[in-house]
């Protein structure tokens, strides 16, 4: 990300040293240190992480923890104000899915409705280890709030569709310019807020549109996240006229900036290798895909060409789960079933995807690891749990796998956004989980109302 137009509010914070048994770095090599403590300065960001033998002097606080210390997640894609329409049309197809069940509720879905639902996926999110979600949705502003108020950090790209019900795509993309031009590109404490641009796919939006977001984004240096070859009918006409997706959103400059391609099912080896060469990251959704049968995405292949590859819940009624954890034992599983090879992606792979490789997709190298530099985003998980009955003391490999695959989000208790703890012993710091799961609920309930006819 180009280092200009930030607008990031300072935290002076009091510096905190955490000391635990493990510390998952998530570093380039998937370091495993023991008996580390990872220091978090005033700024909110990583002084030390590593070894406490090898550590500087330290006058600050110090909390002692007895699990393992990971980086917090990045969610590549999501659609979480969806959290409102959970459990709806949960059997259609995509298509008929988007126009029939889910346009027509988000039609009547007022402002302070996404704010709410935005607040409940956002604790979830945070309570599961999810610290990054990457958001294609509208009200931008109140989804700023949601996030200030939880804790949270995330990349906002405001919903971009050419639909009869919806604002004009130039409306859309002068607001979303605007709003990046007057708040920065990223805002907020602790950077916590980026903001960008989300077509809603090459099939629902004219050429001219996505050449004019490519442009605009590029010109801020933001970042265009686009549904991409989810489904195999969806793009026909698109595939007919390009061959693909990949290579229209490369004919209309879009891969000549910063890309993020949600999904990338259906895609063939020159679409892959234009991924790679052009630095697009891919957002891979497993569970979603599956609950779709919309296929495996060829995870195994993107990542051997060397295309930055993170995992994406999708939205809650998508999935429904908001558990990225989730979604790396289930892209470690789909993987080796559509591979018939138990190789095909290890645990390792499978947390590095949720982690580092998040980051790289959206094009961050300041979230997604614990390494010093970069934002305190980080995760305790607790050791008291069946899945880690056999003690820390055993190889790294086997460490990870009891966290992927036995463990899972479950054990998640404590966790810290740019230093500020945002979840303590599995519960919401700085919000009431119960207050916003009533604004939900009686949100959802007015969402069930046919709209009034047009006066
Ligand atoms: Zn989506």
């Known amino acids: 990300m180009k280092k200009g137009n930030r607008k990031v509010i300072a935290l002076t914070q009091i510096p905190l040293r955490l000391r635990a048994p493990v510390l998952l ?21 990583i002084a030390y992480a590593g070894a406490e033998r090898d550590a500087p002097g330290w006058n600050g606080a110090v909390r002692g923890l007895t699990g393992i210390l990971m980086p917090g997640l990045v969610n590549t894609h999501a ?32 402002a302070g409705d996404t704010r709410a639902g935005m607040m409940l996926g956002s604790i979830e999110m945070l309570r ?9 949705y509208v009200h931008t502003d109140e989804m700023i709030e949601a996030v200030a108020a939880t804790g949270a950090r995330a990349v906002l790209t405001e919903a971009i569709l050419a639909g009869p019900a919806g604002a004009s795509w130039e409306a859309s993309v002068a607001d979303i310019g605007n ?16 903001l960008g641009y989300g077509p809603h796919s090459a099939y629902e939006l004219p050429l001219q549109a996505l050449r004019a977001i490519g442009e605009e984004a590029h010109r801020r240096g933001a970042l265009v996240h686009i549904h991409v070859a ?7 006409p698109q595939r007919a006229a390009f061959g693909s997706v990949p290579q229209l959103l490369d004919h209309v400059g879009l891969t000549q900036g910063r890309l993020l391609a949600a999904h990338g099912v259906h895609l063939d080896p020159r679409d892959i290798a234009l991924f790679a060469e052009a630095g697009t990251g891919v957002a891979h959704c497993p569970s979603s895909n599956a609950k779709l049968a919309a296929g495996v995405a060829p995870v195994v292949e993107l990542r051997e060409a060397g295309v930055r590859v993170g995992l994406g819940t999708d939205g809650p009624a998508s999935n429904d789960r908001l558990d990225l954890l989730e979604e790396a034992r289930s892209a470690a599983l ?19 995807l949720a982690t580092r490789g998040g980051a790289e997709a959206l094009g961050r190298d300041d979230i997604g690891t614990v390494e010093r530099g970069r934002f305190a985003d980080v995760v305790h998980v607790s050791v008291d749990d069946p899945a880690f009955a056999t003690g820390l003391d055993v190889p790294d490999d086997e460490l990870i796998a009891n966290l992927v695959w036995a463990a899972g989000s479950r054990t998640v208790t404590d966790v810290w956004v740019a230093g500020e703890r945002v979840v303590e012993a599995g519960e919401p710091a700085r919000v009431d989980r119960e207050a916003v799961g009533s604004q939900v609920a009686a949100a959802a309930a007015r969402l069930r109302v046919p709209a009034v006819a047009a006066r």
């Open 230 to 236: 989810e489904t195999v009918g969806e793009d026909r």
């Open 128 to 136: 599961r280890g999810v610290t990054t979600s990457t958001e294609m």
């Open 79 to 110: 659609h979480t104000p969806m959290s409102l329409l959970r459990g709806r049309g949960g059997d259609l197809p995509l298509t008929d899915w988007l126009r029939n069940a889910m346009w027509p509720a988000e039609g009547m879905m007022a």
């Open 179 to 194: 709003r990046i031009d007057k708040l920065g590109l990223v805002t907020g404490p602790g950077g916590r807020i980026e």
């Open 25 to 45: 770095t998530c570093d380039v090599v998937c370091s495993v240190v023991r008996d580390a403590v990872v220091d978090i300065a005033a700024d909110g960001r």
């Open 334 to 352: 789909l993987a080796r079933m559509h591979g018939g090879d138990p190789a095909a992606m290890s645990a390792v792979d499978a947390l590095m």
